[in-house]
């Protein structure tokens, strides 16, 4: 296994630096330091700030070189990029100045990072100056891995979760779709395909948002942890169901006492769109879910909402029962998830569900008056190549859902996919851009179109999760959860509130516990820490 050193003797951009070297190496064994050590043999990247300077020294069998990311104030920054790519691609140790521009939009990094930053918050200016500064870094670093490995990402060198952000950030600042496209290839080094990806769906959303105030309105996330058996991908902290029904009621009682002490929180403010996931929701049995649905009904007024969905997931937890008293409240979409049609996998993933469950699941929703039925599914999943997925695109082009969710697969640490991964070393797990290409062209040949996109880390591929909708079937709650543009308020075990500042510029969160004992035990401390959280925003 290709072994890689990495040594930080300056950590402010460490996460970036990582992830992008990651992409390039995908299923490489790495080992980070933080002070000069014995070199491990390898590829090896040392990175040091030295003044304004940003050092970042590489080597390995073919090459060995160093660029130079400088801060260089007043420069504007087309002078920089040239700078840039006029001297990246030497061998040399003579380096390279660079600078480039920041998006002022880069997602979930940026988010970690204002969390991880001193309770005094940057200034304006630095954090500008501090976004600059890692453009040029993952700049040029991309510059040098491209060189190195002879490969290109799709998504250049952006390594956040939300590239439409990025789009959208542009469209607002006044710019047109070719100029966008222009800076996504030029300075981000985004592939043109991804670039038109990216653009569309941001031209997309703000057509759909076009009706949601940001200023006064916001959305309710509601968890329900449990799920029928545990997948083998999975790394959300879901418990199964078998193991915790004793627990259920006890959750809903404190999730209710939530529900009503936020509504009282946000009392005033307009409640746009409402969204109850897991885990799966439908582990719930009719009763627990009339209670459930009764409370927020009751604390919030669900009339006028501008979208409700319940995830109801797992095709082995939806019945009739429980899909009529969901139809008793004003529950506008739902998704029914096969990941896979192909039942080998499925056995494979731990789902314990067939793909005639799924089928069945899918017509007794429709049977049931449900009008906008959103279906998930994985590419990537152990064992699967192209004709597997073309496979379950024909089944479910016959079930002709109104939105699909295609997922790539991403592994993260607590999977036991990855936790035992030595027991599927042999499989394959295969993504590619054709893959990619057919789910985008099965959607489209079945009247939908792209509406929402966010990467993971550790994706098959480094692509993307993309939604598809039909006209008027989109997931507003998808779309605004990625452009970060209202709070979302997040109820139950394990649920992250956004609380969001200066239009979007600013992400406070705050954190419900993750496990579920702890979170019935201390829920009044959980509505104390919303109380805290949301008086600050109010
Ligand atoms: S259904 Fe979803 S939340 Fe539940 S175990 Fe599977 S992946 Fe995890």
Not at 27 to 33: K, L, V
Request: charged share 30%; proline share 3%.
């Amino acid at each position: 296994m290709c072994k890689i050193q990495i040594l930080f003797l300056d950590r402010e951009f460490e996460h970036d630096i990582y992830e992008l070297i990651k992409a390039f190496y995908p299923g490489a064994e790495f080992h980070i330091s933080y002070s000069e050590e014995e070199e491990i043999c390898g590829t090896v990247f040392r990175v040091e700030k030295i003044g304004n300077d940003y050092e970042i020294r590489y080597k390995n069998e073919e090459h060995k070189g160093v660029v130079h990311a400088e801060v260089i104030e007043g420069q504007t920054r087309d002078a920089l990029i040239s700078c840039i790519r006029g001297k990246d691609s030497s061998d040399s140790s003579a380096g390279s100045s660079a600078r480039g521009e920041s998006s002022g939009q880069e997602c979930d990094q940026n988010c970690k990072e204002s969390e991880q930053m001193p309770a005094a918050k940057r200034s304006q200016e630095e954090m500008e100056l501090r976004k600059q500064n890692k453009d040029s870094i993952k700049y040029a670093l991309y510059r040098i891995l491209e060189k190195m490995t002879g490969r290109t990402l799709p998504w250049g060198n952006l390594t956040g979760i939300r590239p439409a952000k990025l789009a959208m950030g542009m469209i607002e600042s006044g710019m047109t779709n070719p100029e966008i496209a222009r800076e996504m290839r030029e300075k981000y080094l985004v592939s043109p395909q991804k670039a038109a990806l990216a653009i569309t769906i941001a031209n997309r959303e703000r057509e759909i948002l076009k009706n949601i105030d940001y200023e006064n309105g916001y959305s309710l996330y509601v968890g329900i942890p449990f799920c029928p058996s545990i997948c083998l991908y999975c790394s959300f902290s879901s418990y199964p169901l078998k193991l915790w029904k004793a627990k259920v009621d006890d959750y809903l009682d404190a999730l209710c006492k939530e529900i009503r002490a936020v509504a009282e929180m946000m009392k005033g403010r307009k409640l746009d769109t409402v969204y109850i996931g897991g885990g799966t929701p439908t582990t719930l049995e009719p009763e627990q879910f009339t209670r459930l649905l009764g409370t927020l009904d009751d604390a919030f007024g669900l009339d006028g909402l501008e979208e409700f969905t319940v995830e109801a997931g797992r095709p082995d937890s939806i019945t009739e029962q429980k899909l009529m008293a969901m139809r008793k409240f004003p529950v506008s979409r739902i998704s029914v998830n096969p990941q896979t049609m192909n039942q080998k996998t499925l056995d494979i993933i731990g789902r314990r569900h067939t793909v005639e469950q799924t089928k069945e699941a899918f017509h007794m929703a429709r049977e049931c008056g449900y009008d906008n039925i959103n279906m998930d599914l994985i590419v990537g999943l152990p064992g699967e190549d192209y004709s597997m997925v073309e496979k379950t695109l024909e089944e479910v082009r016959k079930l002709s859902p109104d939105s699909l969710t295609v997922h790539s697969l991403a592994v993260k640490r607590a999977a036991r996919l990855n936790m035992f991964k030595d027991r599927y070393q042999e499989m394959t797990f295969e993504n590619n851009q054709q893959i990619m290409d057919l789910t985008m062209k099965t959607a489209y040949e079945m009247g939908m179109g792209p509406y929402y996109l966010y990467r993971q880390k550790n994706m098959k591929g480094n692509f993307e999760n993309v939604g598809y909708a039909a006209v008027d079937k989109a997931g507003i709650y998808n779309i605004l959860i990625m452009e970060e543009k209202q709070p979302i308020i997040a109820l139950g075990a394990g649920g992250s509130s956004k609380l969001v500042f200066d239009h979007g510029k600013r992400i406070e969160r705050v954190e419900n516990v993750k496990d579920v004992s702890n979170y019935i035990s201390r829920i009044d401390e959980m509505i104390e820490r919303k109380r805290a959280g949301i008086r600050t925003w109010l």
